[in-house]
Nanobody
Framework: QVQLVESGGGLVQVGGSLRLSCAAS????????MGWFRQAPGKEREWVAA????????YYADSVNGRFTISRDNLQNTLYLQMNSLKPEDTAVYYC?????????????????WGQGTQVTVSS
């Protein structure tokens, strides 16, 4: 079992950048495919990005492709999400998640462990 804790959220202006981190404890992060999701008020949880166990493959939702970068450091047991050119519609609580099964998941039901979330607010 793995425990996940996100950090790095905050208030940023349109066009700004933030880097989210997700620190894992318990089991080594390399055992899991990882993903980032977000949830805005009144909306369903939305997939943002996913990365393979090795970090060699990353996939992105169309809404963030070209602006966000997912990465991982398995030695440091940490997942990252670099967010650039932020827009007001990026405002949400961001969650990291770990997936036991092989492959990359894009639905919340495909992930087994979740962090508590970190708030990102983009002001115009």
């Amino acid at each position: 079992q793995v425990q996940l804790v996100e950090s790095g959220g905050g208030l940023v202006q349109v066009g700004g950048s933030l880097r989210l981190s997700c620190a894992a404890s318990g089991r080594t992060l390399s055992h899991y495919g990882m993903g980032w999701f977000r949830q805005a008020p009144g909306k369903e949880r939305e997939w943002v990005a996913a990365i393979s166990r090795s970090g060699s493959s990353g996939y992105y939702a169309d809404s963030v492709n070209g602006r966000f970068t997912i990465s991982r450091d398995n030695l440091q047991n940490t997942l990252y999400l670099q967010m650039n050119s932020l827009k007001p519609e990026d405002t949400a609580v961001y969650y990291c998640a770990a997936r036991i099964s092989l492959g990359l998941g894009v639905r919340p039901s495909e992930y087994d462990y979740w962090g508590q979330g970190t708030q990102v607010t983009v002001s115009s």
